[in-house]
T-cell receptor, first 115, second 115 residues
């Protein structure tokens, strides 16, 4: 069975603060893929990143960065200098062949960035 | 064009009505998905079509009937729904069939209310 835990249900920050969203995963498969999605109030899930289990390099894309640590089964997401437009629900998700390719989502973290 | 479109955006229907949700993508993706999302919850997988064949049915009640007329279109036919079926219905597609490494691209969703 696979599982994704996002322990932070809600986070509130003031604009320009840095914020880290935590994601811890469980899987028995040796090959798996991790994803982050953003869901603004409009409802559409926006794909942010995919990370393969065999690639532990961290990634930076503008104000976004991701820290993948297999040793702690974590795939954390940091937003630097947050902006009001970053306000959304963020989902971490896991997918592996052993799960019949089902995308397992965490419960999501609601991020509110206040001006 | 990295867009998945869904119509209608909003739908209100009675329990005796028959309606359909439509999803379209022109990215040449070979897998398409239906998800159901209740408020403050992550999306739940309903159906997966891979190369236009139904690949996964997550034990969805028969009042939901999916159809994939061609590689670009996905429909969800609704009949005799219950008020608890009210939710956001999301369509997604991924490039290379249903394999684990594909990121899924989501549409904006149809917000369904069953009276």
């Amino acid at each position: 069975a696979q599982k994704v835990t996002q322990a932070q249900t809600e986070i509130s920050v003031v604009e320009k603060e840095d914020v880290t969203l935590d994601c811890v995963y469980e899987t028995r498969d040796t090959t798996y893929y991790l994803f982050w999605y953003k869901q603004p109030p409009s409802g559409e899930l926006v794909f942010l990143i995919r990370r393969n289990s065999f690639d532990e390099q961290n990634e930076i894309s503008g104000r976004y960065s991701w820290n993948f640590q297999k040793s702690t089964s974590s795939f954390n997401f940091t937003i630097t200098a947050s902006q009001v437009v970053d306000s959304a629900v963020y989902f971490c998700a896991l997918r592996s062949g052993g799960s019949n390719y089902k995308l397992t989502f965490g419960k999501g973290t609601l991020l509110t960035v206040n001006p | 064009d990295t867009e998945v479109t869904q119509t209608p955006k909003h739908l209100v229907m009675g329990m005796t009505n028959k309606k359909s949700l439509k999803c379209e993508q022109h990215m040449g993706h070979r897998a398409m998905y239906w998800y159901k999302q209740k408020a403050k919850k992550p999306p739940e997988l309903m159906f997966v079509y891979s190369y236009e064949k139904l690949s996964i049915n997550e034990s969805v009640p028969s009042r939901f009937s999916p159809e994939c007329p061609n590689s670009s279109l996905l429909n969800l036919h609704l009949h005799a729904l219950q008020p608890e079926d009210s939710a956001l219905y999301l369509c997604a597609s991924s490039p290379r069939g249903k394999s684990a490494g594909n990121e899924q691209f989501f549409g904006p969703g149809t917000r369904l209310t069953v009276l």
